[in-house]
C-alpha cells in the first residue's frame, strides 16, 4: 500500500531530520566511516531542514505510513553549475524498513511536478558511486549516466555518478 505524499510543512523539519539521519546511517555504513556517520545529529539536520523549508527556492515532499514520515525528497534549480540541466533531485531518501513500497516513486513524481512549476524541464541527480540500489533506482526511472566527479564528506573522498533526464517527461515514475 502506498501512503500519502505531499508537500512538507515547517513542522515536519524535526520528522525529516530524523529520517535523514536513519537512513544515512543504513545506507552509508560501509561506504562512510563509522565515527562520521555516529556524529550525525537529530537537531542539527531538524535546525537545517527548518532552513530549507523555509527556503522558497527547495521544495520539499514527504510521504507517510499512517502518520508517520517515512521517507522524503527536495529537489530545486540546478545548483552547481551542470550546465546542460536545469533541474536537480536534491535528496531522496525512505527508511529502510518502508523501502521497496513505492514511496521513492511517489516522491520522485512530486518533485518532477515542483520541478515544472517552477518552469524547469529537466533533471540531474548526484549519487555515490559505489551505492547500487539507488543507482538501480534511478536506472528503472530512465535515468541516463551522465559523469563521474569526486567528493568529500566528512574526511573522506569517494566519487558520485550523476543520472540525467533530458526531460521531465522521461522520468518513468
Ligand atoms: C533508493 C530509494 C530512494 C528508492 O526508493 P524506494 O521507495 O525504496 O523504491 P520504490 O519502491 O519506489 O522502487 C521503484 C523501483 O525502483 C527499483 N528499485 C528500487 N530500489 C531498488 C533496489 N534496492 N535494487 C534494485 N532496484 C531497485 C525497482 O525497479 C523498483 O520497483 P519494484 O520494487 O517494483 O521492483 C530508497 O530505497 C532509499 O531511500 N534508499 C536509501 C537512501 C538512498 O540511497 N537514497 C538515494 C541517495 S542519492
Known sequence: MI???RPAAIDDAA???RVHVASWRTTYSGLLPAEFLDSLDDERY????LRSLGDEATRVYVAEDGHEVVAFASGG???AGEGDYSGELYAIYVLEK???QGHGKGLVRAVTAGLREMGLDDMIVWVLRDNSPARAFYERLGGVYVRTQ???IGSVVLQEVSY???SLD???V
Request: net charge positive; glycine share 8%; no cysteine.
Open 3 to 5: 501512503g500519502l505524499v
Open 15 to 17: 520528522a525529516i531530520a
Open 46 to 49: 531538524s535546525e537545517r531542514w
Open 77 to 79: 534549480r540546478e545548483r
Open 98 to 100: 518502508a523501502q521497496r
Open 150 to 152: 569526486p567528493i568529500t
Open 164 to 166: 540525467g533526464w533530458r
Open 170 to 172: 522521461d522520468v518513468r
